[in-house]
């Protein structure tokens, strides 16, 4: 079994910084792409960040120069670091991980998301 388990979000004002943690846990081998997802009440999910297989990091248009994602392999743990938050950046965040398990098996998993409020 795998687990993804976020934390880190919360609320706060705009203009403020959070940042969003998730470690990868179980039966691991190897891990592909990893990345952050959110969805805003009525809308569709959407990428807010992510590394690809090859390790490039992809950013939506929105989130760029105010974002980081970085990632501790070691750890198997994904962070976003996010700055200058603004309100259309209320939403719930999903970490998503791509993982290669025992049975030469690939999983797409999902975490149970983090609420972040961004107050005006």
């Known amino acids: 079994q795998v687990q993804l388990v976020e934390s880190g979000g919360g609320l706060v004002q705009a203009g403020g910084s959070l940042r969003l943690s998730c470690a990868a846990s179980?039966?691991?081998?190897?891990?592909?792409?990893m990345g952050w997802y959110r969805q805003a009440p009525g809308k569709q999910r959407e990428l807010v960040a992510g590394f690809t297989s090859s390790g490039v990091t992809n950013y939506a248009d929105s989130v760029k120069g105010r974002f980081t994602i970085s990632r501790d392999n070691a750890k198997n743990t994904v962070y976003l670091q996010m700055s200058s938050l603004k309100p259309d950046d209320t939403a719930v965040y999903y970490c998503n991980a791509f993982i290669s398990v025992p049975g030469n098996t690939w999983q797409n998993h999902w975490g149970q998301g983090t609420p972040v409020t961004v107050s005006s």
């Open positions: 179980g039966s691991i081998i190897s891990i592909n792409a």
